[in-house]
């Protein structure tokens, strides 16, 4: 059993900054690397990036590196995304999920309920 709740997503100007947070249950989460996803309207979901089981090593998706960071704290069972410069395609509904690391398969069908991220231009 495991739950991973999404929040901090909201309405933002373009260029503007938000900090998304997904908590996670469970005493094991600091074995897992952590991926994030993310779904806009008519579109696949689509990877964002991924941290490591120690938060030491990040990997991103082109379209928003060296815009995003994924940090944790697995102390607190979280996982963190910090989005800078945001464009308006960024709007979409973000999602957290345990993943392998290397190819970033999800693990398990484990996903949040996502949070909502609305860039206005």
């Known amino acids: 059993q495991v739950q991973l709740v999404e929040s901090g997503g909201g309405l933002v100007q373009a260029g503007g900054s938000l900090r998304l947070s997904c908590v996670a249950s469970?005493?094991?989460?600091?074995?897992?690397?952590m991926g994030w996803f993310r779904q806009a309207p008519g579109k696949e979901r689509e990877f964002v990036g991924a941290?490591?089981?120690?938060?030491?090593?990040?990997y991103y998706a082109d379209s928003v590196k060296g815009r995003f960071t994924i940090s944790r704290d697995n102390a607190k069972n979280t996982v963190y995304l910090q989005m800078n410069s945001l464009k308006p395609e960024d709007t979409a509904v973000y999602y957290c999920?345990?993943?392998?690391?290397?190819?970033?398969?999800?693990?398990?069908?484990?996903w949040g309920q996502g949070t909502q991220v609305t860039v206005s231009s």
């Open positions: 999920a345990p993943v392998r690391w290397g190819d970033y398969e999800v693990l398990n069908d484990y």
């Open positions: 469970g005493r094991s989460f600091s074995i897992y690397a």
């Open positions: 941290v490591t089981r120690s938060g030491s090593t990040t």
